[in-house]
């Protein structure tokens, strides 16, 4: 029996999985914390990253034949022409370059960078952060010879090759989907040249070795739970961690003008637009806090409150958001009354996340995805709730599927590297390895539509949509 390790380096952790490489059968796992960090200086230094990894694959990974890393998103890791790391990685939470996000947006227009690049500029990727880089710290971007994503860095630690994926590759905001290239035009932007980004493998291509270990490509965290829940062409997924997101694995690549769909390639040769939502099961907890109940007293209230909290609605904005961009929102809460139960408050919490990460699914069916063709997957945190999954099959009316709870992102990683041991295309790999699960079905008695249209009421009167003024 050949064994597969599967990497997921995450901002809070590093998590890895052994499976079968034939079956996908679960071996064993394993995870080590990484060091905190938060908003709006958010950064660790990558040799944390490989400490928790290394001790891993000591601990979980001596039998192992191939191994992929899937990591967050986004990030910058700089190096010199020695590959030695210059300065702490910036994240994808980092916001301290939200400022050069928005000079590069107004520099080109949103519409050239949908155009070309596929999604436009926010803080979170990385060339905001190179930009930010150039400004703030000359010094250290006079050493830059190397800009990697957190996956590079690790794999590079493992295969001594300065290589990336596509996935993670269209995170940058240098790298297009639809061309299958990096943008010269936008390296220049911020002072890059084309020698010092990585180069860009194939789905199934090999990275190098790691000893005897034959390493996969990686790719970015999004695209790696796509891999592993076995996403097919129409199908789409919601995501409900502190953050949310609404992404599907798509045949074309998407140009969304308005910011709202990041316009993401896959680690299969397709694509993955996405909506993300900063704000879900935070708010949530949140509203358990300011009630002074449990996570699960607070389930119990919103399942005992009527669908639509009794004319209660929150716009779920606690922390700004980016869908749409608002940093500086905040929450909102009407329809408040003397005789206001607290079931109604959760109710109403729980409803505003999914009529958020609604509004975030229908974002890609504006930008031509297909939203009504295939599978409904709820995952994350969120999906082990016995509230979520139910609100999104009644305010989607229609059934949801619930896979098993797993860690996803190692999973795909596992994906990826078994079809890299094997010589087997990675989607084959997905679909043979795809989870099982529940589905749920929705409550034909709720009213949707108006739960739905209270929801947008209340967005628009306190944040109206300012259309593509950008």
Not at 25 to 46: A, F
Not at 257 to 270: H, K, L, N
Not at 287 to 310: I, K, T
Request: hydrophobic share 40%.
């Amino acid at each position: 029996m050949s064994l597969v390790a599967g990497v997921d380096s995450s901002t809070q952790s590093c998590k890895i999985e052994v499976r079968d490489a034939d079956s996908g059968e679960l071996v064993r796992s394993g995870h080590r914390p990484h060091p905190p960090t938060s908003p709006p200086r958010s950064e660790q230094d990558p040799r944390a990253w490989w400490g928790a990894l290394s001790s891993l694959l000591d601990e979980h990974g001596r039998d192992v034949a191939a191994v992929s890393v899937a990591g967050q998103q986004h990030g910058m890791v700089v190096l010199d022409a020695d590959r030695g790391v210059v300065r702490p990685a910036k994240l994808w939470n980092d916001t301290e370059s939200a400022p050069h996000a928005d000079a590069l947006v107004r520099g080109w227009g949103a519409r050239r960078w949908a155009d070309v690049v596929g999604t436009v500029p926010v803080a979170s990727l990385t060339i905001t952060k190179v930009a930010w880089l150039r400004e703030h710290e000359p010094e250290h971007f006079a050493r830059l010879a190397h800009v990697l994503l957190p996956h590079d860095w690790l794999t590079l630690q493992l295969s001594g090759e300065l290589v990336t994926d596509r996935g993670d590759a269209s995170g940058t905001g240098y790298w297009s989907p639809s061309s299958e290239s990096y943008v010269p035009d936008a390296l220049a932007l911020v002072g890059l040249d084309p020698s010092v980004v990585p180069t860009v493998l194939a789905p199934g291509a090999q990275a190098g070795t790691f000893g005897d270990v034959v390493v996969a490509p990686g790719t970015g965290d999004n695209m790696g739970t796509a891999v592993g829940l076995g996403l097919a062409e129409g199908d789409l997924a919601i995501s409900l961690g502190t953050s949310g997101t609404a992404f599907a694995v798509a045949g074309h690549p998407t140009d969304d003008a308005s910011g709202a769909v990041a316009g993401f390639a896959d680690a299969t040769g397709r694509f993955l637009p996405l909506a993300c939502t900063l704000n879900a099961t935070k708010v949530t907890d949140g509203m358990a806090r300011l009630l002074g109940r449990s996570r699960d007293e607070l389930e119990s209230l919103a399942l005992a409150a009527p669908s639509g909290a009794g004319g209660v609605v929150l716009l779920p904005y606690f922390d700004g958001e980016r869908t749409p961009n608002r940093p500086d929102a905040t929450g909102t809460l009407t329809g408040l009354r003397s005789e206001t139960a607290p079931a109604q408050l959760a109710r109403a919490a729980y409803e505003g996340v999914v009529c958020h990460l609604l509004e975030a699914m229908d974002a890609l069916a504006r930008v031509g995805v297909p939203t009504d063709r295939g599978r409904l997957f709820v995952v994350g945190g969120g999906a082990r709730s016995s509230v979520y999954p139910q609100l999104v099959a009644d305010l989607a009316q229609r059934p949801v599927d619930v896979p098993v709870t797993a860690e996803y992102v190692a999973r795909g990683a596992c994906v990826q590297a078994a079809a890299v041991l094997t010589g087997r295309a990675v989607d084959e790999v997905a679909r043979e390895w795809a989870p099982q699960g529940s589905v749920v079905e929705p409550n034909e008695d709720v009213d949707a539509a108006a739960v739905r249209a209270a929801y947008a009421e209340l967005r628009e009167q306190t944040h109206p949509d300012p259309g593509d003024a950008r």
